[in-house]
């Protein structure tokens, strides 16, 4: 399989050439397009949250070695969560290679965070895939550098800041 221009672009902003091209063109297929012989993206995007997840916590591991479990869980979530994985696909531009249907097309698909996100998963799998876990680690460090050194000391989300507030009030 040959890749087209925009493909073969999108490969050097991610850092990795591919072998073999079908796995990027999966990775980058939605649901919405996919057909009986066009195999969409989900069970990448499966595969490519357990590598980043498996990197993130060397990652931080290696950065900070004397902070506690709880006190990396939260610099994890922070890390891997989907808007983060759709800020790293915005910065690679990855909305304007996504194989969307119609419909998702018209209402701004390339654009939105899920998709985003997911799409950066399932390219991290079609990586792993592709050229083996050191692939893949690599091309996340890469992409994701600047946030791993960055991420708050107390990165909780919202949420969690809440129910620890509630939790520490009785309420």
């Known amino acids: 399989m040959k890749l ?21 063109v ?7 397009v996919s057909s009986p012989t066009r195999a969409d993206n989900q069970r990448l ?12 916590a060397e990652a931080l591991l290696l950065d900070d070695k004397g902070a506690t479990e ?6 994890f979530n922070a890390l891997v969560r989907k808007g983060a994985c759709a800020e790293v696909a915005r910065e690679v531009d990855l909305g304007a290679v996504l194989k969307l249907g119609r419909s998702e097309m018209l209402s701004g698909g390339r654009r939105k965070q899920a998709l985003l996100g997911d799409g950066m998963e399932a390219v991290i ?3 792993y895939r592709d ?9 996340i460090l890469r992409l994701w550098g ?7 000391e107390d990165a909780r989300d919202a949420k969690t800041a809440l129910q620890e507030w509630a939790q520490a009030r009785r309420l």
């Open 4 to 24: 087209s221009a925009d493909l073969k672009a999108f490969e050097a902003r991610i850092g990795h050439r591919f072998a073999r091209p079908e796995l990027l």
């Open 146 to 152: 600047k946030r791993i050194q960055s991420v708050e």
């Open 70 to 75: 709880g006190q990396l869980a939260p610099r």
């Open 131 to 139: 050229g083996g876990f050191e692939a893949a680690r690599e091309m």
């Open 45 to 56: 995007e499966f595969l490519g949250d357990r590598v980043l997840g498996l990197v993130m």
């Open 26 to 32: 999966r990775a980058l297929t939605h649901g919405s």
């Open 125 to 127: 799998a079609a990586v």
